[in-house]
């Protein structure tokens, strides 16, 4: 039975936008005599514009959408050092995912990010070599929240995520266990961009942190399974 996990604001805080888009944006910026937040705000337009005409996998490839609006080619990036993207690891990351190692059970990385652009970051860390399945839109021709994105790691027992919209709706379309990893005061998520999405959507479990995430898991992998 499978974990399934997220990759961007669940384990780690979006590394190709802080080490990589981010930075080439705001020198395309200049190179366009615009601003950051203006090339940004087309860019997320266009990714919009493609998930609501049904294009969810495209709404993902940058370098598609970058092309589309007549800019720079956009690179893939390069691997960064090693002490950059851990700056980035979400507190109790590596804790959960090294007890998650020890029960046996088959771990998966499934994210919206195209390989390629998410490859360099997971090599950095070493956690390439971690997942039994790394999925992304690219591999697969779909993207989360359709549940088609878990076939490569079925049977599959919970999904941890960061977005309501994204993965706690993955999950249930799924049949599988949703846990929500989110700040318990932050606002209910508005979906603007899934017309699928029940209005009552809810989580198995909503969690503060990646501590207390695994502190789910264990309880529920040590009544399902073998204890951890």
């Not at 720079?72 to 950059?84: F, M, Q, S, V």
Request: hydrophobic share 45%; proline share 8%; aromatic share 10%.
């Amino acid at each position: 039975m499978w974990i399934t996990l997220d990759l961007d604001n669940t384990l780690v805080a979006n590394p190709y936008w802080h080490l990589f888009f981010r930075p080439w944006l705001t020198a395309e910026a200049q190179r366009q005599g615009t601003t950051l937040a203006t090339l940004y705000d087309a860019l997320n337009a266009e990714a919009e514009r493609r998930w609501r005409h049904g294009q969810w996998v495209e709404s993902f490839d940058w370098a598609d959408i970058v092309h589309a609006l007549g800019l720079t080619p956009l690179p893939d990036p390069p691997i960064p050092p090693r002490a950059a993207v851990a700056r980035l690891v979400k507190t109790g990351a590596w804790e959960l995912l090294g007890v998650l190692q020890t029960t046996g059970l088959p771990l998966g990385l499934v994210s919206n990010g195209f390989l390629r652009f998410q490859w360099p970051y997971l090599k950095a860390l070493g956690w390439d070599r971690l997942f039994q399945a790394i999925v992304t839109p690219d591999q697969v021709g779909y993207a989360k929240p359709d549940p088609r994105m878990l076939a490569p790691c079925s049977p599959g027992m919970v999904h941890i995520g960061d977005r309501l919209t994204h993965d706690v709706l993955l999950a249930q379309r799924a049949h599988r266990r949703a846990i929500w990893v989110t700040d318990p005061d932050a606002p209910r998520e508005h979906d603007r961009l899934d017309p699928l999405m029940s209005a009552g959507i809810q989580a198995d479990w909503r969690v503060a942190s990646l501590k207390e995430c695994l502190v789910v898991l264990q309880a529920w992998i040590s009544k399902h399974f073998s204890p951890l």
